[in-house]
């Protein structure tokens, strides 16, 4: 059995591709401190899959820590998520993302380089593009991340690539997520954002949990109803891509660096978001147009071609699945 450490396990994506880990027979290991999830989640996985998952509650900044715990264990391969992800918060706490995203990256290469992890999986972000550049983005697009959250994401690729020009046998694959949204189908796990949350759909149903009203930012874009086009994947679909990456890395015989868009291809509007949460969930959205939000660009897009001519990786899900499980999951209130 091949044995995998998820660095993040308790978080939103984390905590999905454990699940689909679990099911396609990986042994798995965890290392999460809670600062941006709960403990609840291994709870959750075992209900879901019957199995237990082992977490080590440590920080990944933690290298003195990570040493002695991890002083006699092996690992096959690491996916490291473990990063705060918050765009906004970025620009008013560089220092905080830096030393966080870097640290536990670091951290997460020291575990691989002592417990001779030769397969790396890295979370990266669209959000490295140049987002003047050219959409749907291909994996040659420019980059140039406007914020420091993005920042550290481009470094961290950065520091990946080094790491691996200096050493024989590595294996990594850094990975694009667009914008992963919903929840489990189960609706045992999903996104559960400390504070207000970030993005668009839990948004969307925060506000209307709370019967509050939201904010589409800006109707005056070159779009067909002006509104902004992203590419929302299924964090599901997003889980089942790092299966798709595992089971090409083990089919490598050579040492590999390379880099894949996760996304659908599909670009879809806020408008249609919202229009797509009313009809599937029977519901009225209360909302109001307001200004643009700085930084946005009209469409952003990925280019999937090559995950899914190279990672044989399809996507299952809709976006009818993503706002039906996301909202399902907002009413079940699971903390
Ligand atoms: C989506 C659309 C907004 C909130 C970010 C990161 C990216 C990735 C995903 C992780 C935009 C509009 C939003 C609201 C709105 N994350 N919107 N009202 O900006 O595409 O991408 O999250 O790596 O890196 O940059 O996602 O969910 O913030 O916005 O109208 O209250 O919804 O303008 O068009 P974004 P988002």
């Keep these: ?15 999905h591709t454990i699940v689909e880990l679990l099911n396609n027979g990986y042994a798995v290991t965890s290392i999460d401190n809670f600062s941006n999830s709960t403990s609840k989640t291994f709870d959750r996985i075992f209900k879901l899959t019957g199995k237990k998952v082992k977490n080590y509650n440590i920080d990944l900044s933690n290298h003195k820590k990570l040493e002695s715990i991890f002083k006699d264990q092996e690992f096959d391969a690491i996916i490291h998520f473990a990063a705060f992800k918050a765009v906004g918060e970025s620009v008013h706490e560089p220092l905080k993302y ?3 995203n870097l640290g536990s990256l670091l951290g997460a290469l020291k575990i691989a380089y002592n417990c001779n992890a030769q397969s790396i999986i890295y979370s990266s972000s669209a959000t490295v593009y140049d987002q003047n550049e050219k959409t749907p983005f291909t994996e040659k697009s420019n980059l140039n991340p406007l914020s420091p959250y993005g920042m550290t994401k481009k470094i961290g690729e950065d520091i990946l690539f080094d790491y691996f020009k200096n050493n024989s046998n590595l294996k990594i694959l850094s990975l694009r997520y667009f914008n992963p949204a919903g929840a489990h189908p189960s609706i045992l796990l999903g996104e559960n954002p400390k504070g207000i949350p970030n993005n668009l759909i ?3 149903t925060k506000s209307l949990k709370e019967k509050k009203s939201f904010a589409v930012f800006g109707n005056t874009y070159k779009t067909p109803d002006k509104t902004c086009i992203r590419d929302y994947i299924h964090v599901v679909d997003v889980a089942r891509a790092h299966i798709s990456a595992l089971k090409y890395l083990e089919k490598k015989e050579i040492r590999i660096y390379d880099v894949f868009n996760i996304g659908t291809g599909y670009g879809t509007s ?9 009809k599937n969930n029977s519901v009225k959205l209360n909302y109001s147009i307001k200004g643009k939000r700085q930084g946005d660009v009209p469409i952003l897009l990925a280019n999937v071609k090559k995950a899914k001519k190279i990672l044989s990786f399809k996507i299952k899900y809709t976006i009818d699945d993503i706002v039906k499980t996301a909202w399902e999951w907002e009413k079940k209130n699971l903390s």
Aim: charged content about 20%; aromatic content about 10%; cysteine-free.
């Design 202 to 204: 839990p948004i969307i």
């Design 1 to 15: 059995m091949k044995r995998v450490l998820v660095t993040g396990g308790a978080g939103y994506i984390g905590s």
């Design 270 to 278: 806020v408008l249609e978001i919202i229009k797509a949460f009313e």
């Design 98 to 100: 830096y030393d966080n």
